[in-house]
């Protein structure tokens, strides 16, 4: 596209860009969407997502944004950002706008000294990122447990993707409420890359009202966990497990898997067999990963990801 100008995404762009989503991306024109757009590019403590809007003969066709992540790699702070939601108008596809945005991205982030991009991108994403030098790192590791017999019938028959928004649950308390006070430390590993768990993006994260993200808290941990239907199946989707060690990590897991009533619970990480849990075969989404100011990547069996590092968002 000859005429293409690349700008930095500003507040009066929000209904032309939540318009673009809902035309790409399955969203809705909602207040539940607007509410969710605004949670996760606006209130996030790393900082507010950098977004640009693609323009051609005055008209916004096409919008990318890069969420703020930061982590803990081998007990430094890195400050990374994850490809998120991205669209171009379905009369303006397979013009380079996708491609423009995104280099543009990329240049702009590793100037302001960002270390990498990550994402698990969709089928039709993915082939574009890989051929502007993302990598694929593989899928993590993923692990469910099947409440009983029904159970594990009904998470069989329900491989479909889950749906985004939560069910109502009661089970435990509120997150945010869960997550007040002084928090586990959890293991003292600092080797490898995970997400930094300060208070404030904990409560960020698990914060958003209509995502109805539950906790149960013991004097030893913290479980955050919500319910969302895959297919015929409800699925208790494990957050968070933040344990001194892994007795009180299994613990929290048991209890989730009693008071929510779901058919199977879903987790990243190993699967631990004495928590009559099974690895998910293949894994979880496939994760991808470009330099931007770092220029090494950290190998897949280093990152210490929660299901809540890599769903919804
Ligand atoms: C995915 C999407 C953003 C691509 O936008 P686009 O502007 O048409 O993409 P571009 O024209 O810039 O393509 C960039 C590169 O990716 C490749 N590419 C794009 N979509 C592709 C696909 N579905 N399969 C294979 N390659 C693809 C193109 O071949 C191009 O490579 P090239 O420059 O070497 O030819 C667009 O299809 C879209 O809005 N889809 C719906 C929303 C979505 O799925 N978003 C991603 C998840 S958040």
Redesign the pocket.
Known sequence: MSDLLIRDYDDADEDIVLELLAG??GWLPDAGHREFFRWKHLQNPAGRSAMWVAESAGQIV?FRSMLRWVFDVDGAEVHAVRA?????APA?????????LTLHAVAALTAEGVGFVFNT??D??R??YL??GWIELGRPPAAARPSGPLGALRAARSRTPAELWSLPSDAGVAATEGLSGALPTGPQSLSGLATRRRAEHLQWRYGLPSLSYRALRRDDGIAIFRLRRRGHATEAAVCEVLADDDDGARRLVQEVARVSGADHLLRLGRAHTSWRELPLPGGGPILTWRALASTTPVELSRWRLSLGDVELL
Do not use: E, I, W, Y
């Open positions: 790409s991306l096409g998120v939601d991205t669209a171009t303006a596809r397979g013009q380079g706008v996708f491609r423009a991108p969709n039709q994403s082939p574009g051929k502007m």
